[in-house]
């Protein structure tokens, strides 16, 4: 079994920045990607930015040059660093690891951007 622990979401004004956490723990003997996906009131679970095993990074157009994504060196915590947070920022934040093919996911942070 997996436990992902997340946190480090709020309330922050547009402009302002976040940084996420999700501390994974329990059977991670191969963690293929970890990856931070949001949802909004009303729409889709949307992938954000992933970092798999060998440390390369993908992002969604929409923060692009705005969030970045990194792990610790033990590569059992993963960080999302989101700067000139938008309103249209504001979700649901999903932590989720592929260990060793099988998906798993955190319990979800709230960030909240106001105009």
């Not at 931070?36 to 929409?62: F, H």
């Not at 504001?90 to 932590?95: I, P, V």
């Amino acid at each position: 079994q997996v436990q992902l622990v997340e946190s480090g979401g709020g309330l922050v004004r547009a402009g302002g920045s976040l940084r996420l956490s999700c501390a994974a723990s329990g059977n991670i003997y191969r963690i293929n990607s970890m990856n931070w996906y949001r949802q909004a009131p009303g729409k889709g679970r949307e992938l954000v930015a992933a970092i798999n095993s060998g440390g390369s990074t993908n992002y969604a157009d929409s923060v692009k040059g705005r969030f970045t994504i990194s792990r610790d060196i033990g590569k059992t915590t993963v960080y999302l660093q989101m700067n000139s947070l938008k309103p249209e920022d504001t979700a649901a934040y999903y932590c989720n690891l592929d260990v060793g093919g099988r998906p798993y996911w955190g319990q979800g942070t709230q960030v909240t951007v106001s105009s």
